[in-house]
């Protein structure tokens, strides 16, 4: 009898486990659901601001992206963030959300500047920049030999040339008219043959036949045979000379070609910054789309803005409108741009490090630019 309780207890057990391992598998879906959903709503958002800068920020139909955007995009992926695109109109009303705390951050290409980290924090660089000089297409002429060879430069550098090469034969001449049979002609008729002697002697070494007789003849011979090598490198770097001036003639060559000329740039910029400090005057310009618009109008002859976006408007479609002269200047790095003491600003570096060290950042600045950063 005791048995059969005790297989009795058993029994009543087993149907009590059996009853609960099916409600656990209904359940188990809700839950997982519940667990992630808690997940997601605890996810940081970062709110960052941008404005249309291409190749950096820009729109492709209704899809955001660029240089900055994409290592936005990496950026949070990385450390578990959604993040959230908020496109101003102007530069100064990006810097402005960031300084009242309106957003977390903003992305475009933001000079590293100390006025800026006085008030707002950087992250680390992420890009490496510097300005440009762009000038309008129309002041830019193609190099033409027939106005190389009748330019007046060109002209004054053959007379200097003839004349040198006339008083170097009639000199010797003078030293071999009574040794060397060919220098033996009065002086009315000496001069032309003299000018071919030393013609020769710079353009092919002389003539063998015609070898100076007398020492010091032959001295003043070696000197000229010597000399003659200098003369013709001056008259060839000369001729290049001209040619360079005669391409960029009526252009713009550096900063210092910049005054009492039709310049724009951005307002607040750093290139507006430096044209100040060099006293140049300019037009600031409130976006990049209205500067660039009054430079294919031709209202405005010259640019002067950071160089990557200057060469990707010109490799785009402005080619037609502007060329790049001179070198880039004032070098210069990009940032991400966050409020002052913002708590994001550790993790952000320490994640765009990583992206550095796993070759994400690479890829990215190879997609945008074509070569490796």
Not at 5 to 17: C, I, P, Y
Not at 75 to 89: A, C, F, H, K
Request: aromatic share 10%.
């Amino acid at each position: 009898m005791p048995e059969a309780l005790g297989h009795s207890k058993d029994k009543t057990n087993d149907v009590s486990w059996g009853s609960i391992v099916p409600l656990r598998r209904f359940f188990a879906p809700f839950v997982l659901i519940y667990l992630l959903w808690g997940l997601a709503a605890t996810a940081e958002t970062l709110t960052v601001s941008t404005v249309t800068r291409p190749p950096f920020s820009m729109m492709e139909g209704d899809r955001e992206t660029g240089f900055s955007i994409d290592l936005v995009r990496s950026l949070t992926d990385r450390l578990g963030w959604d993040y959230q695109l908020v496109r101003t109109d102007t530069f100064g009303e990006m810097l402005e959300m960031v300084r009242t705390g309106e957003v977390d951050m903003a992305a475009a290409n933001i000079s590293i500047t100390a006025a800026r980290e006085t008030d707002m924090d950087f992250s680390h660089p992420i890009f490496e920049s510097g300005l440009r000089i762009m000038v309008a297409a129309a002041d830019v002429r193609a190099p033409s030999l027939i106005r190389v060879l009748f330019s007046a430069d060109l002209m004054i550098a053959i007379a200097i040339a003839v004349v040198l090469l006339m008083g170097g034969g009639m000199l010797m001449w003078g030293l071999e008219r009574r040794a060397q049979p060919y220098f033996d002609r009065p002086l009315k008729e000496a001069w032309f043959p003299s000018f071919w002697w030393a013609l020769n002697l710079v353009v092919n070494g002389g003539f063998e036949e015609r070898v100076p007789r007398t020492p010091i003849g032959r001295i003043f011979g070696v000197i000229l045979v010597v000399s003659s090598l200098f003369v013709v490198s001056l008259f060839v770097a000369k001729i290049t000379a001209v040619m360079t001036v005669e391409a960029i003639s009526g252009s713009i060559n550096s900063v210092n070609d910049l005054y009492d000329k039709d310049v724009g740039t951005l307002a607040e910029s750093t290139a507006a910054r430096f044209l100040e400090r060099r006293d140049i005057s300019y037009r600031g310009f409130s976006d990049l789309a209205s500067l660039l618009h009054d430079f294919e109008t031709g209202n405005t002859r010259v640019v002067v803005f950071d160089a990557p976006v200057l060469d990707h408007y010109m490799e785009d479609n402005g080619r037609l409108h502007g060329r790049a002269v001179g070198q880039v200047f004032l070098r210069e790095d990009y940032g991400l741009l966050l409020p002052d003491g913002s708590p994001h600003l550790e993790e952000i570096n320490r994640a765009l490090l990583a992206l550095r060290e796993n070759g994400e950042y690479g890829d990215i600045y190879r997609k945008w630019f074509g070569k490796a950063p």
